[in-house]
């Protein structure tokens, strides 16, 4: 963040106001970063490599194949479950798909792979998601047979989701966290649209979901890039939902880059960065790379926050081939081609930001900003949180961050304890927003103001 001008903090502090340059790390929310292990990674991923193939279509045998190394994975949920006081709850989430003349030829019977950790506030209904995508695929996305070992694409996601349950299962959050390994990715994103249409029918109030796929390694050898400090996360701008409906707004405030799956990439940033040290969080403006699709993109076109993680540099030599060494390079997607260090320090980062908005009080409600006067000033109102703000969960305040309209993050944020504030910057030349914080000093996700007259 930048810091505050002198003559601005002068100013701030005669209208009795305190900008925020620095965030403290929750201890409790530091242990649990400090818990994630690399060999506890390493051993996921090698489990899931050693059902041969975890192709969707795959013949269903008991050591081979994607229904083994679902079975398996639910044993791991269940298995964590044992730690959480009953908080914890596993389950395949099943259905069968008909052929459908493209990348489904036969009946085929689906299941992702969920462990729900139900949240201790009775009045907090918030869910947070996080996935990774359990099937694998050589370079005929048809071929069922020949092994795929599919270690980084997508045993990484997966890995990281298994140990995250294992690591936030044994600690009760406000706000319900699942974990989830879906099925059919590489066949359409098939498992996503299935949960993403589910959470959308059975009105899930879905705050955020972190998808993570091609996150293990750290090695491009088309530009000879070796880095393990930088990882991706992909949002979309613009919001995907109702995008017409809500275009004339957009365009008159300016809000193209703050849809929702925005927001969540900004959070992601600044609360991956302070808790997971030599790790850049970098923010790519756009829903996905080019020629792929990802397990966020059905819950984006649904309504939902989104977004994809993704290491910084693929070996597209590992992902989706046949295995074989052909002019001197090896292919395929094995174990011995990930970084586990770099996995482990992506795996944290998603377990920091989960857990800072499972134990954050909810959104503040009917932000607005006044417009019913020029001013050279902004002032901002807002309601309080519908969670996070009872007698036995208490916030703490608010912060009201600001950036100005070319910065791609937060600069400053502006810390009250009431439900309004007014700063002396225009609101014609910067954005602004609202968090409630928790007495921990966990932020919930920002609300961009909507004009409003007071």
């Known amino acids: 963040m930048k810091n ?82 009953g908080r914890l709850t596993a389950q395949i989430d099943s259905w069968t798909l008909q052929p459908d003349g493209r990348r489904i030829d036969a009946v085929t019977q689906m299941g992702n792979v969920m462990a729900t950790l139900k949240g201790t506030d009775p009045n907090d209904d918030r869910i947070f998601l996080v996935s990774g995508h359990i099937d694998s695929r050589v370079s005929d996305v048809m071929n069922r047979t020949a092994d795929a070992p599919g270690a980084n694409d997508d045993g990484s996601g997966t890995a990281a989701v298994i140990e995250l349950c294992r690591v ?132 984006v076109t649904r309504g939902f926050p989104a977004v994809r993680i993704t290491e910084m540099n693929e070996n597209f030599a590992h992902q989706h081939q046949d295995l074989r060494t052909q002019d001197g390079v090896e292919y395929g997607d094995y174990v011995k081609f990930m970084d586990f260090d770099y996995l482990r320090k992506n795996t944290a980062m998603n377990l920091a930001v989960l857990a800072n908005l499972a134990k954050a009080p909810s959104m503040p409600q009917n932000v607005t900003v006044e417009a019913r006067s020029l001013t050279n000033s902004t002032s901002l109102f807002w309601q309080a949180p519908k969670a996070g703000n009872s007698a036995s969960r208490k916030i703490k305040g608010y912060y009201v961050l600001m950036r100005e309209t070319h910065w791609p993050f937060w600069q400053k944020k502006f810390y009250t304890e009431k439900v309004g504030l007014t700063l002396p910057y225009s609101k014609d030349n910067y954005f602004f927003a609202v968090q409630a914080v928790s007495e921990d000093g966990n932020e919930s996700l920002p609300v961009i103001p909507r004009p409003g007259l007071r």
């Open 4 to 85: 505050c001008t002198l003559s601005g903090i002068l100013l701030l502090f005669s209208l009795g106001l305190q900008a925020q340059t620095t965030v403290n790390r929750d201890p409790a929310i530091a242990q649990l970063v400090a818990d994630v292990s690399a060999d506890s990674l390493r051993a996921h991923v090698t489990n899931l490599v050693s059902f041969g193939t975890r192709h969707t279509m795959s013949s269903a045998t008991p050591k081979r194949g994607l229904s083994a190394a679902r079975q398996w994975t639910l044993g791991k949920f269940q298995h964590y479950a044992k730690q959480s006081g």
């Open 168 to 299: 936030m299962s044994k600690v009760p959050f406000p706000a319900t966290i699942i974990f989830v390994a879906v099925c059919g990715e590489e066949q359409g994103l098939l498992g996503a649209n299935h949960l993403a249409q589910r959470a959308k029918d059975e009105k899930w109030n879905l705050e955020a979901l972190l998808n993570n796929d091609i996150m293990g390694s750290n090695h491009s050898p088309d530009t000879h890039i070796t880095d393990n400090t930088r990882v991706r996360v992909f949002s979309e701008g613009l919001p995907g939902y109702q995008t017409d409906s809500l275009a004339a707004n957009i365009r008159q405030y300016g809000l193209e880059n703050d849809g929702k799956s925005r927001q969540l990439a900004r959070y992601t940033k600044e609360v991956g960065e302070r808790y997971v040290d030599q790790l850049e969080v970098v923010m790519v403006y756009r829903n996905d790379r080019f020629l792929r699709g990802g397990d966020h993109t059905p819950f």
